[in-house]
């Protein structure tokens, strides 16, 4: 059993490194092809463009230059997902929660790596029609997994299910007279 949660821990690792290496080199490349542009790149014109933001928030613009607390929070949700994932087990059934925590880590881990070394996020994706704010890969992990996690939430695992993640003393749980 040991082994199988070593070779797990080392996929989680692997994939998450792969994740946060495509993360940091979409956003090098909307650096270097899109910064400077007085206007955006269209994709699909109309629908879908490419422009060069730094974001100094979090989603949607929320909490600008408030980096402190992304250097606190941040930490905090790796653990977290850290904690989920070793503690999920290793069974068909939750695949699913095991790959949301690997896009959740990698999402908040690339995120983090732009506020640390430039002090903001690059984010480079926009859709015209609904005027959404403007994001990364990075974010599209983070959004993908919060959606999976709420689906199976919501339709697959219960209560029940979900009992792994939570630590019991001795006694604790058993139906008394």
């Known amino acids: 059993m040991r082994q199988k949660r070593i070779k797990s821990f080392l996929i989680f690792a692997a994939a998450a490194i792969l994740l946060i290496i495509l993360d940091q080199w979409t956003k090098s490349l909307a650096e270097i092809s899109l910064k400077g542009l007085s ?29 402190l607390i992304f250097y606190i929070v941040t930490p905090l949700v790796l653990l ?20 949301i925590c690997i896009l959740l880590f990698a999402g908040a881990v690339g995120n983090l790596i732009d506020r640390m070394v430039q002090g903001y996020v690059i984010d480079f994706f926009y859709f015209v029609p609904i005027n959404f704010p403007v994001f990364n890969v990075a974010d599209c992990y983070v959004t993908v997994a919060t959606v999976l996690l709420f689906i199976f939430l919501l339709f697959v695992y219960k209560e029940k299910d979900l009992e792994f993640l939570f630590f019991r003393r001795r006694g604790e749980g058993a139906e008394t007279d």
């Open 39 to 67: 206007s955006s790149v269209p994709v699909i014109p109309g629908i879908f463009e490419l422009v060069y933001v730094e974001n100094r928030g979090a989603a949607f613009g929320i909490l600008q230059n408030q980096m």
């Open 80 to 99: 977290a997902v850290l904690y989920v994932y070793l503690r999920t087990p290793l069974t068909r059934r939750f695949l699913p929660l095991r790959v």
